[in-house]
């Protein structure tokens, strides 16, 4: 009578290992900080158009463009409304693109660690 629990409690322990393998733990981790840090960007653009409202850091596109200046005080004065826009459109794309996943191949290597490791001892 004992066997039977040990059984299905062996089986049970079994299928919690091939769910949470290795590979998939580190997909899912890799997928939550595409997820969080496309958000983040995306808040920041959505924060410098107004839509935090009072919750919201710079409040409307004007108050970011003095930060924008004061951060960047090097440059000309004209040059200050090119890189505030600029800075948001990157944003904007790059929140878009990790959180749709555009490029994911781009970064993976194409070989193993392990084979690149090789090569360059031999």
């Known amino acids: 009578m004992t066997e039977a629990p040990l059984t299905a409690s062996h089986a049970e322990s079994h299928k919690v290992a091939r769910i949470l393998t290795p590979e998939r733990l580190q997909r899912t981790g890799i997928l939550y ?14 924060d410098r158009f107004g839509l935090w409202g009072k919750y919201g850091g710079w409040g409307n596109f004007a108050n970011f463009i003095k930060y924008t200046e004061q ?4 440059m000309p004065a004209a040059a200050i409304p ?11 794309f790059l929140g878009v693109g990790l959180i749709i996943g555009v490029s994911q191949k781009i970064w993976q290597p194409k070989e193993k660690p392990i084979r690149i490791q090789r090569m360059a001892t031999a």
């Open 33 to 46: 900080a595409r997820f969080a840090l496309g958000a983040a960007f995306l808040s920041a653009v959505a």
């Open 82 to 92: 090119f890189l505030a826009w600029a800075a948001t459109l990157a944003e904007t």
């Open 71 to 74: 951060v960047n005080s090097f």
